[in-house]
């Protein structure tokens, strides 16, 4: 019964996301296909699970070779710590151009909301990964007052409940998050829609292919040759 639950809000939600964002994808696109196209960086960052919506879209099979993670090392652990994000940022240089995506499912902590105040203040235009309802019910912590969901020029709306956990199993007792399965989905339509625009302008899109194919490994070293000092690998 449980994992039929999950199943059933999981694909209403997805469909409502999609159905809400269908002017918001294709303008994300637009900003990552203009940076591809000019050769820019798209940097993309999360915090604690949102981190796994970033990740989804670095150095792998169908992804833009060109996005650089800002990678939170602690997890999570110092997301409401004012400061940190800017300890963080100083190991990453953003120009202008680069594209700035930043996931958050309250779109409340520090370290998302500092990390889209530096992209502002820097000119990048900011693509957000929030849940835009439960992020308006909740007060901001940090000094700014603001929000993630305030701070971008697109949102992609995951239509996110408060707490995330979308099956109530009982009182007080709720499993089955969705911010992660919902949040890449829409993160990788924006992607395949950046890629078909590029196609249209006649440029080559730089994905990545999986190393599992013959002639990957050569295809895949050229890309990461063309992005190196400006692309910060994982490992």
Do not use: C, K
Request: hydrophobic share 50%; no cysteine; proline share 6%.
């Amino acid at each position: 019964m449980g994992w039929a639950q999950y199943w059933d809000v999981l694909l209403d939600q997805l469909q409502r996301a999609f159905e809400a964002n269908r002017e918001s994808i294709p303008a994300a696109a637009e900003h990552i296909a203009r940076a591809v196209a000019e050769d820019r960086i798209v940097h993309v960052f999360g915090s604690g699970h949102s981190q796994l919506v970033a990740l989804d879209v670095v150095g792998r099979a169908g992804g833009f070779a060109n996005v650089n993670p800002l990678f939170d090392p602690l997890f999570g652990r110092a997301e409401r710590v004012e400061q940190f994000a800017a300890a963080l940022l100083s190991a990453h240089r953003f120009q202008p151009g680069d594209v700035l995506i930043v996931i958050s499912h309250s779109g409340r902590n520090p370290a998302p909301v500092e990390v889209a105040l530096q992209g502002r203040a820097q000119g990048l235009p900011v693509i957000a990964v929030t849940a835009v309802a439960f992020s308006r019910s909740l007060p901001s912590r940090h000094s700014s007052g603001r929000r993630l969901f305030e701070l971008a020029d697109v949102v992609l709306d995951t239509l996110g409940i408060p707490g995330d956990a979308a099956v109530a199993l009982g009182p007080d007792l709720s499993a089955g998050p969705t911010s992660t399965v919902v949040g890449a989905a829409l993160l990788q339509a924006v992607m395949v829609e950046a890629a078909a625009r590029l196609l249209a302008m006649g440029v080559r899109p730089p994905l990545f292919r999986s190393g599992n194919v013959e002639g990957a490994d050569a295809h895949n070293q050229a890309l990461r040759l063309r992005y190196h000092g400006r692309v910060f690998p994982l490992i």
